[in-house]
């Protein structure tokens, strides 16, 4: 097969920033996908109807002439939510989920969750009125090693949150273990998970070996080799519960090669590709357009997109950097070569 034309798929979880990097990123995500479900976690976060509004009228107004692209806009929950003010956003289409980000679990979190009991009045009401919630699942325990906190947080948080509120729908973001997998599948229907292009390429040797690469650096962290090869059967076994979801995070190269590096891997310039890789070696490419294209609408109860894009195999060589007005991003992928390239 050398080419491939799928209908046009969705990024169910990224991180576009916001004022010039995010004018310079969201030309990327728009090129590749029909929406996104935009992360909230900008100084300050996004926690208001209000605040979600103007957000994206600003990524609205990055979108390059003549493309079509819809930013889905999350709420950033804290201990003080008000149940009324997301329940109104979500009910007048600002919002279409929410995010939980439990305190100090990564980049700009801090105003984020202590403690999930706090949200009970928050998570009943979105159960009600079938609004998703957007999990980072990850304990900030300091006596959790970060190898374990995702495994840590299904037993502690996510298992006993499912069973308090059976209804509430949930998105198991960007999960990294067979743990995640094993939790995810044996859940109902109301839970599903994103996985990433670097979780399904990398484990925690292409961090850590023959140097310390901090482009390969993100949270929740790669795990070990089994864990990778769990998420790829997971995301090629043809079950609706896993979908796309980048959570590209650009950050400025000198934040990421620093002393203290921060979190993130900016996938969006190349992330069909490198996603199809993916299913091209694990030999199911016919599952792709399940996994990029309608798992994601079909549990967030969106429509599915109109028209198609095409990938064809080519030769795609990943610069070592981008210039994202005018600041330096390495992408995922740099210095690689691709096999597939977006046609058009
Ligand atoms: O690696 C990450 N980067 N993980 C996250 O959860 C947040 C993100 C960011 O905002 O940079
Ligand atoms: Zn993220």
Redesign the pocket.
């Known amino acids: 097969m050398d080419s491939l034309t799928i209908r046009r798929p969705d990024d169910w979880h990224l991180?576009f920033r916001d004022d010039a990097v995010m004018e310079g990123v969201v030309p990327y995500t728009a090129r590749q996908f029909a929406r996104a479900i935009v992360?909230p976690?900008l100084t300050p976060p996004v926690t208001t109807t209000a605040r979600g509004a103007a957000y994206r009228e600003r990524i609205l107004a990055a979108v390059p002439e003549g493309i079509e692209f819809t930013p889905l806009m999350t709420c950033y929950l804290t201990d003080n939510t008000d149940a009324d003010d997301i329940a109104h956003g979500f009910a007048t289409g600002v919002f279409t989920a929410a995010k939980l980000y439990p305190a100090g679990?990564?980049?700009?979190s801090d105003s984020g969750v202590t403690d999930i009991r706090k949200l009970d009045r928050v998570l009943e009401r979105m159960a009600e009125i079938g609004m998703p919630l957007c999990i980072?699942g990850e304990v900030t325990d300091h006596d959790v090693d970060v190898f374990d906190r995702e495994a840590v947080f299904i037993e502690r948080t996510l298992a006993p949150l499912i069973v308090r509120l059976p209804h509430l729908r949930v998105i198991f973001e960007h999960i990294t273990t067979a743990d995640a997998v094993q939790f995810v599948d044996g859940a109902g229907e109301n839970v599903a998970a994103t996985i990433t292009p670097q979780h399904l390429h990398l484990n925690r040797n292409a961090m850590l070996v023959g140097g310390i690469r901090p482009h390969a650096y993100?949270?929740p962290v790669a795990k070990r080799e089994v864990h990778r090869l769990a998420l790829r059967a997971a995301a090629t076994s043809g079950s609706a519960k896993y979908f796309l979801g980048t959570?590209s995070?650009p950050?400025a190269r000198e934040a990421k090669e620093s002393a203290c590096g921060?979190?993130?891997?900016f996938n969006a310039p190349y992330a069909l590709e490198s996603y199809l890789a993916v299913f091209d070696e694990e030999q199911a490419i016919d599952r792709f357009e399940a996994f990029a294209s309608e798992n994601g609408p079909r549990f967030y109860r969106l429509p599915l997109n109109e028209g198609t894009i095409t990938l064809e195999r080519a030769d795609n060589p990943v610069p070592e950097v981008l210039n994202v007005n005018g600041t330096a991003i390495v992408p995922f992928h740099a210095g690689e070569m691709l096999g597939w390239r977006l046609a058009g």
Do not use: P, R
């Open positions: 991180h992360m976690n679990a990564t980049t700009n980072h993100c949270l959570d995070a950050h921060c979190a993130g891997i």
